[in-house]
């Protein structure tokens, strides 16, 4: 979002930021301190509708939260994006144009061919003669076009190339979560919509997976080590996921997997392995050489048999890891039929 303030305006504003950064309990990195500001700037709508949703629900603005609001938010359509389509733009104009060109000469030189035909059989041999050179100087011309054109479509697909090297960047910057390198929920939205659409009447299973006490994790060794065991985790969860699947992180210390056309007792037994095997996880830190705690995660199983929202997903998700939780935790709950 672009301001617009004086300095003096700025400066309150920045003073505000800062104080509202304290309540949040946020440091004032960048990234926090763009929120910030646009927070009590209060223009930006969507952002602040969004914090104020996550605040009714008593959660806390973490630095998963904040990373993504100010990548959609913020950041919204960015400016590379903007330019990759302009390029591609450009390519498709510029091709076109030498398409047309290359049309209207064909065109021309048939046209002459055929009436070039009839002065060149004719018995005046210097009506012929002229009607051969200027077939000749015709042919030579659209020689040269056709060539300009290969040229033209030989620059455009090495230009093409480049642009798509460029496009899977911009993909994975819209698709996947930056830390853990997993799917977001904007994919896991589009995966939903597509999954259904090829088979309308298949079932989906959703494992959603939230790592326990992660908060000693973050307040005892700090963003740094959390940020490693976070994105480690999150490796170990995509291992039992295959092609077929989708891992998600869909919150701070928050997955899911969706896995199309597996029932929830198959989906259950899966659960238990990525369970199992998270608790076999053992983290040392690197500066000390200390043993970290052991990490266990609560999963639960839910079931999709039609095209449903995002957010109605997740609810679902994790009403059916609470029960894990309520259960004690380092375990796998199915959710409830309604
Ligand atoms: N390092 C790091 N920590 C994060 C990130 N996103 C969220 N967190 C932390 O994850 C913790 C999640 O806390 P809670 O939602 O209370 O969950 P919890 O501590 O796992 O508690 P239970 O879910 O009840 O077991 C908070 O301390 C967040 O600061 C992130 O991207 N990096």
């Known amino acids: 979002m672009k301001h617009h303030d004086s300095i003096k305006q700025a400066n309150q504003k920045m003073n505000r930021a800062i104080a509202q950064l304290q309540q949040w309990q946020l440091p004032a990195t960048p990234v926090n301190y763009a929120v910030g500001y646009d927070y009590v700037d209060g223009k930006n709508a969507p952002l602040i509708a969004a914090i104020k949703r996550r605040l009714s629900r008593h959660k806390r603005l973490d630095a998963f939260f904040i990373e993504e609001s100010y990548r959609q938010y913020i950041l919204g359509q960015s400016k590379f994006r903007e330019e990759i389509v302009t390029d591609l733009d450009n390519i ?8 047309q060109r290359s049309c209207a000469s064909t065109s021309r030189f048939i046209g002459e061919l055929e009436s070039g035909v009839e002065a060149i059989t004719s018995a005046d041999q210097a009506k012929s003669a002229r009607a051969l050179q200027q077939l000749l100087k015709s042919a030579t011309a659209l020689k040269q ?24 960047e911009v993909r994975q910057e819209v698709y996947l979560d930056p830390l853990t390198g997993l799917f977001n929920t904007k994919a896991m939205a589009q995966h939903l919509e597509l999954w259904f659409k090829e088979i309308p009447d298949r079932k989906i299973a959703a494992i959603a997976i939230n790592i326990d006490h992660f908060f000693q994790y973050s307040d005892n060794f700090g963003p740094l080590i959390s940020d490693v065991i976070l994105s480690k985790i999150a490796t170990k969860i995509s291992s039992y996921v295959d092609k077929s699947g989708l891992p998600v992180r869909s919150g701070g210390d928050e997955f899911v997997i969706l896995l199309p056309d597996i029932n929830s007792t198959a989906a259950k037994e899966i ?3 990525i ?3 998270i608790e076999k996880l053992r983290f040392i830190s690197s500066q000390t050489g200390t043993r970290l705690p052991k990490t266990t995660i609560s999963l639960g199983i839910s079931e999709m048999t039609a095209p449903e929202p995002v ?16 259960d004690g935790r380092n375990r796998v709950a199915t959710a409830q039929e309604n």
């Open 271 to 273: 659960a238990e392995k």
């Open 275 to 277: 369970r199992q095997g």
């Open 145 to 168: 076009q056709q060539r300009q054109l290969l040229k033209k479509l030989k620059k455009s697909q090495q230009q093409t190339a480049v642009l798509l090297d460029e496009l899977e």
């Open 311 to 326: 957010q109605q997903v997740l609810m679902r998700s994790r009403k059916a890891v609470t029960r894990a939780q309520k």
């Open 92 to 99: 498709a104009a510029d091709l076109g144009q030498n398409c």
